[in-house]
C-alpha cells in the first residue's frame, strides 16, 4: 500500500511540475540551435554564427562555452547581454578527418543551471 501510494504521489508531482513548466517563457530566444553545413572541405575552417535574443527582464551572462572537440572553436561577448539586446556566438569548425560530423557547443548562462546545447553537423569531402 505504501508503495502504490508513493507512486500515485511521484506520479502526480511530475504531471503538475510539467504543466508548469509549459507555461514559463523561456528567458532567452535563440534565432537557431542547430546548423547544417552540409558538405565542406577537408582541412578549410568554416563558421557559423548563433545569434541570441534576452527577452528576460535582466541582463543575460554568458559563463562559459564548452566546444565537444578540439576540432571545434568559439568565441563569444563576455559583456553582458541588456534585455532586448542580441549577441552572438561564432562557432569555428576544421575538420581533420573525412565523413559525416557532429558536434556541440554548450552554453552556459547566469539564467538557467542546464546549458543551451547548440549542434553544427555535415560532412568532410
Do not use: H
Amino acid at each position: 500500500m505504501k508503495n502504490l501510494v508513493l507512486a500515485l504521489l511521484l506520479s502526480f508531482s511530475g504531471v503538475s511540475y510539467g504543466l508548469a513548466m509549459d507555461f514559463v517563457d523561456p528567458p532567452v530566444e535563440w534565432e537557431f540551435t542547430e546548423f547544417n553545413f552540409a558538405v565542406i572541405e577537408q582541412g578549410k575552417p568554416v563558421e557559423v554564427i548563433f545569434r541570441v535574443t534576452n527577452d528576460n527582464e535582466g541582463p543575460l551572462v554568458i559563463k562559459n562555452v564548452k566546444t565537444s572537440c578540439g576540432c571545434t572553436a568559439s568565441d563569444y561577448s563576455k559583456e553582458p547581454i541588456l534585455p532586448g539586446a542580441t549577441s552572438e556566438i561564432k562557432a569555428t569548425y576544421n575538420a581533420a578527418k573525412l565523413g559525416k560530423f557532429t558536434k556541440t557547443i554548450r552554453v552556459y548562462t547566469n539564467q538557467s543551471d542546464e546549458p543551451v546545447v547548440l549542434t553544427i553537423r555535415g560532412e568532410v569531402k
